[in-house]
């Protein structure tokens, strides 16, 4: 907070500089001088263009709807894409492979990505750049990000290799007008959770207390959230050994079932997010756990029929720990780009104060800085409502990491979320994780070996 | 040059000539373009696709040479034997079904009627759709609680199904997204073949008595025979390198239901970066490819015969 405090001066005393020169200089001059902030010159990279790769969604969005801001204050070219999510993550490895990747800033999500791109040292530490103080804006102001986020950021080597651009912790949409109708309060506990699904089903009528993804791979994280309420991570990240057949992760399989065999719309093994969300959108749901980024699409009259019916829930109490399965990404340069320098203003501008804020007010994401949450402007422009940002700061604040920090993250995800899929479609737990265990074990072991 | 030389140079060219005719030596550095984009598009992809099946190579890892023990892991790999049995059922119906219905339609088209063009026009617009566009619009159509599919069952009285999203109907629904998109493909083909047959022996068969199921069966069928197998092998080559339809509706889901070699492939080299052992992968499917289009090449040729 020391840097914030000489910024202002820094500040004021440009302005004031630039206020007196700015009556004698040449248009030029001038042009240079509002691409200054606080002494800090902007435009020293201008001229240079630059590629990025972002993931396909609302945050990728809001960057691109703002790219031209970019070049205005900077002078730099931006060409970006935005590719979905399961192919960027290939195409960056295979670029990465390439030996030349062909982009300059890309986006890395962090539960899969993290530790492949940290072993393989593919990306630039972002350490030294933000020490260098020609490179920084002072009103960067680094201490604002989150505990949270830099954690995430940072490898276990401590490079940090991504600047924290936003996570993704998951809780629980509940029916507001459903729970009413049964004189139902929104559940305390896992247990109480089952008790207000049961009651709140009547599939005669249609209408289901609880959905949940279960198509394989993207039900993963449901299974991770019930573990973590039995305050038990999949893969010891002390030890990297499995804990995918002791007694919590199996009793959470078992509840993952209870509640998408028996209070869920038929059909859950094939639902990813989108049917999910769907079927919710219709108002015949009564709870709906997943990522907090889905309020807007639930609060859209076009696309919604609980507009202003829906509550947003923190992950209640598990039997021993009450934790948010939370998922985040960053924002990062390849090792190998040469224009490493253009690249690092790009990233220092999309995790600024300003678009942090645009992306908690799109709803499309949570922003890593503490800021963007006690900024009243902010929070006066957020489209959503409080109870949102409400339940998003509860939940972060319980976070804890939904997906193991290994390299096969993807083969993890698929080979459980198999196991997890014949669990919910009515298979024995145990016996679903003990093979996808023994699967898994030397897929892990050749890994963590390499 | 002499007229020695020429008369030597004259007889060495008819030699040449004599050996193979129409083959002339010097005319070869000519066919050196094509040959080279064909080494370099076609014949070093196989070669590479060989040289990595006998690694053990993950993206990120390094290499190991492994001489043929992804292909005796294929062997024992119980996800990939299940994605052998998927593929097979799911090409024997996306073969056999547009196969009956395109012949069907073909006989149909063939009739003369009012506003025939028109009709036809219509029957072959699912061909000219983009299989992911189409795809995803039946992903919404095979919603168990909100697609139109189920809707429409519970008009005439029939309960909802799950469609894809159970593993004992996944991969008949996905035939019949192949079977609404292709059976106009199998049409055209047909209705070329139908286009073809002689009057004649439809004349003399009337004269001699013959129903027209008689006539289909013996002068309409074989004649156009040889056509209905040239739309099986290009059915069954599409069929059984089906992918963008099958990833874009389940995925390879639910769990496993309806995961294909191709699926499969996909998974181990670009979601697990398993280079080596999806080159053997590729490997085995180009053999059972190799082997089926064999069989029904062989077929047609014996059709051709009869």
Known sequence: MEDGKKTVTRRMALKVGAGAAGVFAMPAIMKTATAQTGGFNWKKFAGQSIEVSLTLGPRADVLRRHEKEFTELTGIKVGSEAVPEQQHRQQVVIQFNSGSPQFDVLTVAWHVQKRLVGKSKWLADMKPLLADSALTAPDYDFPDFTAGGLRWATQGDGRMDTLPLNIDPWMIYWNKELFAAKGLAFPKTFEEVVMAAEKLTDKASGQYGWVSRGLKNANVPVWTSFMLGHDMDPVNPKTVALQTTTPEAIAAAEYYKKLNKDFAPPGTVGFNWNESQTSFSQGKIGMWLDGIGFAPPLEDPTKSKVVGKVGYAVMPQGPKSRNSATFGDGIGIPAASKKKEAAYLYCQWATSKLMCARLLQSGGGSPCRASSYTDKDTIAGLKLPREWLTCLQESTSIGRPGLPEIVPVTEFRDVFGVGLTNTIGGADAKTELTKATEAFTPVLQKSEAS | ?306
């Open chain 2, 1 to 306: 040059m002499t007229q020695a030389a020429l008369g030597e140079k004259t007889s060495s060219a008819d030699a040449v000539t004599a050996q193979k005719p129409g083959f002339n030596r010097n005319y070869l550095p000519f066919a050196y373009p094509a040959l080279a984009i064909t080494a370099a598009v076609i014949v070093f992809p196989w070669l590479f696709t060989i040289y990595m099946s006998f690694y053990d190579w993950k993206i990120g890892q390094a290499r190991e040479f492994v001489g043929f023990a992804n292909f005796t892991k294929l062997a024992t790999d119980a996800r990939f034997i299940e994605s052998i049995g998927h593929t097979l059922y799911f090409t024997a119906l996306a073969v056999i079904l547009p196969v009956i219905f395109g012949t069907i339609a073909a006989l149909l088209f063939n009739e003369r009627f009012p506003l025939r063009g028109l009709f036809r026009a219509i029957f072959i617009l699912p061909m000219m759709a983009t299989p992911v566009a189409v795809a995803l619009v039946w992903t919404m159509m095979f919603h168990p609680q909100l697609g139109v599919l189920n809707y429409l069952l519970s008009l005439v009285g029939i309960p909802p199904q799950l469609w894809v999203y159970s593993p004992a109907t996944v991969i008949p629904s996905l035939v019949a997204v192949e079977v609404w998109h292709w059976t106009p493909l199998v049409m055209l083909i047909v209705l070329g073949g139908l286009a073809s047959v002689p009057v004649e022996p439809y004349e003399s068969a009337k004269i001699d008595g013959a129903s027209a199921w008689q006539m289909f069966r013996h002068i309409t069928l074989p004649l156009i025979m040889p056509f209905i197998l040239v739309a099986i092998v290009i059915r069954m080559i599409d069929a059984l390198k089906a992918f963008d339809t099958i990833f874009v509706i389940t995925s390879g889901g639910p769990g496993t239901a309806s995961e294909t070699i191709n699926i499969y492939l996909y998974l181990q080299a670009f979601s697990f970066y398993n280079i080596g052992y999806a080159s053997a992968v590729t490997i085995v499917f180009f053999i059972l490819i190799i082997v089926l289009t064999l069989v029904l090449l062989y077929l047609r040729q014996k059709a051709k015969w009869t």
